[in-house]
């Protein structure tokens, strides 16, 4: 397919204090956008400027949340080339959760051709300070004028970039995270480890209860028992316990974080001893509670590595060591992002240069 490059004729102003960055509030000039329907396949592929999409207010996307997405970043390396963070893996997910939520895959190779010739066009966005990033948010919705339930016969698939400093405001400051013992977010044979919207709506009553109670952040437990973490919905989980570090499995119900997936082959390279398995919420409150869980802390493309500082269950919380992030936390941080901005080498293969 022949990608069309369309002129932007009233570029923004760009933001020029970065440390206003924020997270997703502001957009580059060009997105790209293509089609798809039943006949044709995808097509139509273009990079235009950024701006509404016009939809028919019977989409199906609109009444029966048939959208996917996904989160990846660009970044400006020390040496001022620009990479991108395994964009493949993130391209190869979005095509599951394609499948998983019946929308068409897409080609990756030319997603991933169309988005670095996106990212080269927008390169002046992409922005210099430490921490700061381009969020990178491919995105396929269903745009069939249709009320039937079935699945759509035509979707549009795009992508927008957004320069962004830290996803919390309190940038690397340890989150305090509410543990859910009455809403779930995922159940066996549902759409957890898709990366869909629904999934996020859903858990938004929960993160406002939090909110009000003064929680950053809500940590779902599984929904048959309610008794083992599951994952935060913007992170995965991992919990340094004793010695050895535990997080979830993948078992249907939590995301495949490609930042997840990143950490655990540092903590590894590290010497850790990893156990993918179900942790319970006591074992959780206990070991902070006894000093035997020592550090807790998130992954995401977004929140990169989050230190947890608090857990509160059933109104019992506990802080977890001194308030501060914890050593190991802020040792996978900085390993990260050293390969992310090219402060060291890539010897993993996770850097696209753009
Ligand atoms: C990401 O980390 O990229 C995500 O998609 C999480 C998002 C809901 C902020």
């Not at 019946?102 to 927008?122: G, K, Q, W, Y």
């Not at 079935?150 to 979707?155: I, L, N, S």
């Not at 962004?164 to 400051?173: D, K, N, R």
Request: hydrophobic share 40%; aromatic share 10%.
């Amino acid at each position: 397919m022949k990608l069309e490059i369309l002129p932007v004729n009233y570029p923004k102003a760009k933001i020029d204090d970065e440390s206003k960055l924020a997270f997703g509030r502001q957009f580059t000039d060009r997105m790209f956008i293509m089609e798809f329907d039943r006949k044709l396949g995808w097509h139509s592929a273009r990079i235009q400027p950024y701006g509404p999409l016009s939809l028919d207010p019977a989409a199906t996307v609109l009444h029966y949340s048939q959208e996917i997405f996904e989160g990846l970043k660009a970044f400006r390396r020390v040496d001022g080339s620009l990479a991108l963070f395994r964009p493949r893996d993130n391209i190869s997910r979005f095509n599951r959760s394609a499948t998983r939520m019946c929308m068409p895959e897409v080609d990756e190779d030319f997603l991933l051709d169309s988005l670095l010739e996106l990212i080269r066009l927008e390169a002046d966005w992409v922005p210099k300070s430490e921490g700061t990033s381009l969020y990178i948010r491919p995105t396929m919705i269903a745009s069939e004028a249709f009320l039937g339930v079935r699945p759509a016969d035509q979707y549009l698939c795009y992508i927008i970039l957004s320069p962004v400093g830290a996803y919390y405001s309190g940038g690397i400051a340890p989150v305090k995270i509410w543990i859910s013992d009455n809403y779930v977010r995922a159940a066996h044979g549902g759409t957890g480890e898709a990366k869909t919207g629904g999934n996020y709506a859903a858990s938004l009553m929960a993160a406002k209860e939090a909110a009000e109670k003064g929680y950053d952040q809500v940590l779902w437990l599984d929904a048959s028992e309610k008794k083992y973490v599951e994952e935060v919905g913007s992170m995965n989980m991992f919990f340094l316990y004793d010695d050895k570090i535990i997080t979830s499995p993948l078992k249907g119900t939590v995301l495949h974080g490609i930042t997840r997936r990143s950490a655990l082959k540092l903590l590894q390279n590290m010497g850790y001893q990893i156990e993918e398995r179900a942790l319970s919420v006591d074992e959780v409150m206990e070991g902070a509670a006894n000093g035997r869980l020592k550090e807790a802390f998130g992954t995401g493309t977004a929140v990169v590595i989050s230190p947890v500082g608090s857990f509160c269950y059933k109104d019992h919380c506990i802080q977890l060591g001194d308030g501060e992030p914890g050593e190991l936390t802020m040792k996978l941080y900085k390993e990260l992002t050293d390969i992310q901005y090219g402060r060291q080498p890539d010897k993993y293969g996770w850097i696209t240069a753009v």
